[in-house]
């Protein structure tokens, strides 16, 4: 099922072995009566008892220090999330499942996959998985269509392709991208087409296959600078009272900031960073904490891993 912006949920009716979700059309008619926020979406993930004898050892399967979460994925606005299932112990067993997409962090496409990951570390000893946060068990991927490509619908920070070299306003060299705060209340991403072999791959739209894994590789490599400058500059325009002037920076703090200082409270959180940020030295210690942070978000290892298998079939 699925709700917009609060309103009674409709039934998705998705046939057997469906994994495209396409909402395209109810979010167009939503729109003709004033624009849509949030798309809410409901679903059951199932643990099998099989999964769990399978990834862990006998003495952990009574209480698995797992936990189940569904990462969230825009391709076209550098966004990734995630929405925690279950924590720690994660049982065999169903769960239910809600997604709630803003429509200021997606567009075209989002793709949804769960994933069971170990809660704690463990000895090294044996077959199974043993450091914190290893993923041990995923699931299809879904993907949920919000919208048709348009150019009358701005991402959550703009981006454009173009010659660098052709660009007065855009660093010389061999930069693959630039992110633009002239306008500090929309950044924009510029990406070189100096590199058309490069930016060819970033156009691919297929999930499977050489030049999918290969833009992903890409993408994260992209995500990784565009994020730290993001965090850092909002962190920096944290004013005395803990609040900030654009809604981007708002975003770029309510998803990084808890994690950094692993608080609940977000204006704790904006607070301690706003204090680092400001104190040479502890600003070291952020940018320690914020690769930390991105390393784990953006989770440049399986994509590489992604990268390589395909490459050994070939």
Request: hydrophobic share 35%; net charge negative.
């Given at each position: ?10 039934d998705?009716?998705l046939?057997?072995?469906?994994t ?5 059309s109810?979010?167009?008619?939503e ?5 849509w ?19 862990f050892?006998?003495?952990e ?9 569904v990462?969230v ?12 299932v279950s924590k720690?112990?994660?049982d ?11 429509k200021?962090?997606?567009?075209d496409e ?13 000895s ?11 993923r ?7 993907t949920?269509?919000v919208?048709r490509?348009s150019?009358?619908?701005p ?16 660093p ?6 630039y ?7 929309r950044?924009?991403?510029?990406i ?8 060819d ?9 050489a030049e ?5 590789v890409?993408?994260?490599q992209?995500?990784?600078?565009v ?11 944290i004013?005395?009272?803990g609040?900030v ?10 998803t990084?900031?808890?994690n ?13 960073l ?23 978000y ?11 298998e395909?490459g050994l079939?070939?």
């Amino acid at each position: 099922m699925y709700s917009v912006d609060g309103k009674k949920p409709v039934d998705l009716e998705l046939k057997a072995g469906q994994t495209q979700i396409d909402l395209s059309s109810a979010l167009e008619a939503e729109m003709e009566s004033g624009d849509w926020e949030k798309v809410v979406l409901y679903g059951q993930l199932e643990v099998p008892e099989t999964t769990v004898e399978a990834v862990f050892p006998q003495e952990e399967r009574e209480s698995p220090p797992a936990k189940l979460y569904v990462a969230v994925r825009c391709h076209s606005t550098i966004y990734r999330d995630r929405t925690i299932v279950s924590k720690s112990p994660t049982d065999d067993g169903v769960y239910d499942v809600t997604i709630v997409l803003h429509k200021d962090v997606v567009r075209d496409e989002v793709e949804l996959r769960p994933y069971l990951v170990r809660a704690s570390d463990r000895s090294r000893d044996g077959q199974y998985a043993y450091k914190k946060n290893f993923r041990v068990s995923s699931g299809d991927i879904y993907t949920v269509v919000v919208d048709r490509p348009s150019d009358e619908q701005p991402p959550a920070i703009d981006g454009e392709e173009i010659s660098f070299s052709q660009a007065s306003h855009l660093p010389e060299g061999e930069k693959l991208y630039y992110l633009d705060f002239r306008n500090e209340a929309r950044p924009k991403l510029w990406i070189n087409s100096d590199h058309p072999r490069i930016t060819d791959v970033l156009q691919s739209r297929g999930s499977v296959g050489a030049e999918a894994r290969m833009r992903d590789v890409i993408l994260d490599q992209i995500s990784y600078g565009v994020w730290i400058q993001l965090l850092i500059r909002a962190g920096s325009a944290i004013d005395g009272d803990g609040d900030v002037d654009f809604e981007w920076q708002q975003t770029v703090l309510e998803t990084f900031a808890r994690n950094l200082y692993e608080v609940d409270d977000l204006s704790e959180a904006m607070q301690r960073l706003r204090t680092d940020l400001g104190e040479k030295e502890s600003l070291p210690h952020v940018l320690e904490l914020a690769d930390r942070e991105l390393q784990e978000y953006i989770d440049h290892r399986t994509q590489l891993i992604n990268l390589m298998e395909e490459g050994l079939s070939i």
